[in-house]
């Protein structure tokens, strides 16, 4: 559930988002097409209408390159022909002297007129090209969009999808010693022993029966310190990333009890065990036989000893 609320809150801004592209879209192309006198109504039409960003991209490649420039003393939009700034008369490229048109500084003969070209001139400053920030925005906006977009839908469709339960029981240890047979018993009782040493961190037994679509694995659960909470959280999740089963408690000082934890799936999940919302290191072992109270159908039992010849 949790993983479903935190997916809409990123899926339902990133739509939004997809649904203004297109609009923001037809203000770039209306904006630039103006300033570059070229027939704004038209080619925003085209942008809008034409499918898949298609008449985006038929404007980007046939839109005048001249107008991205801008004088570099006053700002004012000029082009890479302009000789002088309309606004402010700075002198933006070298000239014939004797037709006025824009030359080369290392031109000899003006190519419209044909006049030598022998003085060089000063205090000329050529214009400066514009950044289009906007248009780059708009550019990774068109890229990453779709990419988070289908990335979401795959985690959407992984959690979903994913098959597989999990139940949770709390057992005291009498409880637990009690419903299991001798040697299961004496195993656990053996195994949680030298744990109390550590109350920073949890412990695990792990036991799994193998199915043809599902396995049934079970946990015994031990945190020192933190047996009996009052206040206890679990669930699982499936991500594209596995599965993981989370056991949420609170530390209560009392040592005198188990978890068990019972939960089909496909593949191994991981255990999380957080105490006070801090996540614990949980050691798990794997062993031979059930260390719960949940009744299997198949469960192996413990090894026996070889008797000597």
């Keep these: 559930m949790l993983f479903s609320t935190i997916t809409l809150v990123i899926f339902i801004p990133l739509l939004v988002l997809l649904l203004a592209v297109p609009v923001l879209i037809c203000v770039y192309v ?9 027939n704004p109504v038209l ?5 809008l209408l034409a499918p898949t960003f298609l008449g985006f991209i038929i404007y980007l490649l046939v839109r005048n390159p001249s107008a991205d420039c801008t004088c570099p003393n006053c700002g004012a939009d000029v082009t890479e022909e302009y000789v002088v700034c309309p606004r402010c008369g700075a002198k933006l490229h070298a000239a014939c ?10 031109w000899q003969v003006c190519p419209r007129c044909a006049a030598p070209l022998t003085q060089p001139q000063a205090d ?7 950044k289009d920030r906007t248009l780059w925005k708009i550019l990774v906006a068109i890229i990453a969009i779709p990419v988070v977009l289908i990335l979401v839908s795959l985690l959407l469709f992984a959690s979903v999808h994913s098959s597989g339960s999990a139940s949770l029981q709390y057992v005291t240890r009498d409880e637990l010693y009690a419903q299991l047979d001798g040697e299961a018993s004496d195993a656990v009782r053996a195994w949680v022993e030298p744990l109390d040493a550590r109350d920073d961190r949890a412990y695990a037994l792990c036991y799994v029966t193998p199915g043809e679509d599902l396995s049934t694995y079970c946990y015994l659960v031990y945190v020192p310190g933190a047996a009996d909470s009052s206040h206890t959280g679990f669930g699982s999740a ?3 990333l596995g599965t993981t089963v989370k056991l949420e408690l609170q530390r209560t000082g009392d040592s005198g009890g188990f978890y ?9 999940p991981g255990l999380i065990v957080t105490v006070d919302g801090k996540k614990y290191p949980c050691e798990v072992t794997e062993v031979e036989y059930n260390p719960t109270v949940y009744t299997l159908e198949a469960q ?3 090894p026996q000893p070889s008797s000597a010849d």
């Design 30 to 38: 209306y904006r630039d097409a103006k300033r570059r006198r070229m």
């Design 97 to 106: 002297g004797r037709c006025g048109a824009p030359v080369e500084p290392d």
């Design 238 to 240: 499936s991500t594209l």
């Design 124 to 130: 000329v400053t050529p214009p400066v090209r514009r």
């Design 300 to 302: 192996s039992t413990l």
């Design 260 to 268: 068990c934890i019972q939960t089909d799936r496909e593949k191994e």
């Design 43 to 47: 080619w925003t039409l085209i942008a």
